[in-house]
C-alpha cells in the first residue's frame, strides 16, 4: 500500500480526553496537531498517515492503521503504559516508520512499559499480524550514500549517512509483538528494523516476540543496545548487515518450536549480500548474550539453523556469551573472508563463551576451510577431500577457541534456572553454574559493565522481570 509524502490532510484522529473534565477532544493527525493537557486514548483513538509536526500521545490506547511515518524532523512521543495495536488487515496492514532527522520517544518504566501488539483479540493473534517499527537514521553504512539505500519491507524510504551520533530517540521498556509482515516476497519488516541508526538513540529494555521474520535487524549505523528479548521468533534472532559496527550487552533468546522456511538462526551477519569487502565492514561488537534454541527439540522445525553465523566476509567480536540448543551446529564460519579474519588476521573475537548445542559446536564451510588450511586440491576437488579439508579446519577452529576461553558441554551443563520453560522461562545462573565465572572485559571499552564474572545475558539477577512477558497469546491488553 502506498501513502504519499503529501497526504497531510486529517485522515484519522485521535479521541481523547481532558484531565480535567470527563468529555473528549479531537486531536487530529495531520497539518492540525493539538497536543496540550490530554489524558488518554480510548479504544477508538486511531493513528494513520503522516506525522509531520511534534506530537505527544498521552497514556492510552491507540489503534495504528496502515504505514505511518513521521517525518519532517518530528517527534512522536508515547507515554509510559500506553498500548498501541496494529490494525489487522488483510490489504492494509500496520506499521511505524520513523524517517531520517524524526524521532519516536517511547520511554516506560518496568511498572508501565508500552506495548506495540496486535489488533487481534486473545485466542487470534499471531505472527504477521502487523509490520513493526522501523527506524532510519544517517549514520554510516557500507552502502552508496547517493543514492541512498532503501529500507526492506516495502516502505521506499532511505536510511544512512555520514552522521554516527545521530539520534532516531529512545525506545526503553517496550514490547513489540506479532510482528512480519511481508510487503512483498523476501521483503519483510521485522520486529524492530534499524536502519543507519545512529549511536546518539537509545535502545534499552525490549522485547520482541512472535515475529515472523527477525526479531531486530540492524542495516548498518552505529547504535548500541542493552536489555534486548528476542523471543518466539520465526526468523533470526539477531541479524546485521551493511557495516554495522554497534554494541551489544545483555541480550536473549528463546525459540518456539515452529520457524520460517530459511535457516532460523540466533546470529545472523553478513557484510553485504555478495561478500564484498565494501567499508565499513559489518562488526557487531556482542557480550553477556544468551541465545537458546528450540525450547523442545523433539517435533521442532527443521529449518531450525545456528547460534551463528558469521557469513559473507562479516567481522564479529562476541565475548562471555552462552549458547544452548541450536539444532544444526553453534559457531559457524561461511565464507573465506570471513573465516581468514577470524583465524589468521585477528580481525575478528570469539572468546569466553559457552557452547551446549545439539550437535557440531564450531563448523566450517569448504570456502572458510580454505582459509584455514593448506597442502589441499585446487577446485574442483573430490567429496572425499573436500571432508577432510573442513575437518582439518574444525579442529583448528575448536583447537584456537579453547585457547581462547570457550568451552562446550550440553544444554543442561550451563546450568541456568529454568530457560526451557517455555510460557515462563528464568534465564539466571543456577548456584555453582560454570556460567557465574570465566567473563573477560580486556579490550573492550567503557560501555560494556565489566564489574561483573558472569557469561550470558543473566547473572543471578533477573533483568526481565515485571515488564517482559512471554504470555503475549493470552494477554488482555
Known amino acids: 500500500m502506498k501513502f504519499a509524502n503529501k497526504a497531510r490532510t486529517v485522515i ?38 503522516t506525522i509531520d509536526k511534534d506530537l505527544s500521545l498521552p497514556k492510552g490506547k491507540y489503534t495504528l492503521k496502515g504505514y505511518v511515518y513521521v517525518n519532517n524532523n518530528a517527534t512522536l512521543t508515547i507515554a509510559k503504559g500506553s498500548v498501541i495495536v496494529g490494525a489487522v488487515n488483510a490489504n492494509e496492514k500496520a506499521a511505524l516508520i520513523i524517517e531520517r532527522g524524526s524521532k519516536l520517544i517511547a520511554d516506560g518504566t518496568a511498572e508501565e512499559p508500552i506495548v506495540f501488539t496486535s489488533g487481534n483479540p486473545v485466542g487470534s493473534r499471531a505472527q504477521g499480524d502487523w509490520g513493526g517499527i522501523i527506524l532510519l537514521g544517517r549514520a554510516t553504512t557500507n552502502r552508496p550514500t547517493s ?29 513489540i509483538e506479532f510482528t512480519g509482515v511481508a510487503a512483498e516476497p523476501g521483503s519483510e519488516i521485522n520486529g524492530l528494523t534499524c536502519g543507519g541508526v545512529g549511536s546518539g538513540t537509545i535502545l534499552e529494555n525490549i522485547q520482541c516476540s512472535y515475529g ?86 523433539a517435533g521442532a522445525s527443521s529449518f531450525h539453523g545456528y547460534s551463528m553465523r558469521w557469513r559473507r566476509a562479516t567481522r564479529f567480536v562476541i565475548r562471555n556469551s552462552v549458547f544452548l540448543a541450536h539444532i544444526k551446529a553453534g559457531f559457524s564460519i561461511e565464507s573465506n573472508s570471513s573465516a581468514n579474519d577470524y583465524y589468521n588476521a585477528n580481525n575478528s573475537e570469539f572468546k569466553n563463551n559457552f ?86 572485559f580486556t579490550g573492550l571499552d567503557n560501555f560494556f559493565n565489566s564489574a561483573i564474572t558472569f557469561r550470558g545475558a543473566f547473572g543471578t539477577t533477573n533483568w526481565a522481570a515485571g515488564w517482559a512477558s512471554f504470555t503475549p497469546k493470552t494477554n488482555v491488553y
Open 212 to 297: 515472523a521474520d527477525d526479531a531486530y535487524e540492524f542495516f548498518g549505523g552505529t547504535v548500541n543496545a542493552k536489555n534486548l528479548i528476542a523471543y518466539a521468533t520465526y526468523d533470526d534472532d539477531y541479524d546485521f548487515d551493511f557495516g554495522y559496527g554497534g554494541k551489544i550487552q545483555y541480550a536473549v533468546s528463546l525459540r518456539d518450536k515452529p520457524s520460517d522456511i530459511d535457516q532460523a538462526n540466533g546470529i545472523e551477519c553478513d557484510n553485504d549480500g555478495s561478500g564484498t569487502a565494501a567499508t565499513p565492514y559489518t562488526k557487531p561488537v556482542l557480550s553477556n548474550l544468551t541465545l537458546i534454541g528450540p525450547y523442545d527439540p
Open 355 to 440: 557452547i551446549g548445542v545439539v550437535t557440531k559446536p564450531y563448523l566450517v564451510d569448504s570456502a572458510a576451510a580454505r582459509a584455514m588450511t593448506n597442502g589441499y586440491p585446487a577446485n574442483p576437488m573430490s567429496s572425499g577431500d573436500r571432508t577432510a579439508m573442513i575437518d582439518d579446519a574444525i579442529a583448528k577452529l575448536t583447537a584456537k577457541a579453547v585457547i581462547d576461553g570457550n568451552t562446550t558441554g550440553t544444554r543442561d551443563d550451563a546450568q541456568l534456572t529454568d530457560p526451557f520453560n517455555f510460557n515462563n522461562p528464568n534465564f539466571t545462573a543456577k548456584a555453582g553454574s560454570p556460567v557465574l565465572t570465566g567473563a573477560s
Open 147 to 175: 543514492p541512498a539505500p532503501i529500507i526492506e519491507g516495502g516502505v521506499n524510504r532511505p536510511y544512512g549517512g555520514t552522521v554516527n551520533d545521530d539520534n532516531s530517540g529512545v525506545l526503553r521498556y517496550v514490547r
Open 12 to 49: 484519522g484522529a485521535l479521541a481523547v480526553c481532558m484531565v480535567t473534565i470527563s468529555s473528549c477532544v479531537k486531536v487530529n493527525i495531520g497539518d492540525t496537531i493539538d497536543g496540550g493537557g490530554n489524558n488518554g486514548g480510548d479504544d477508538n483513538s486511531v493513528i494513520t498517515g
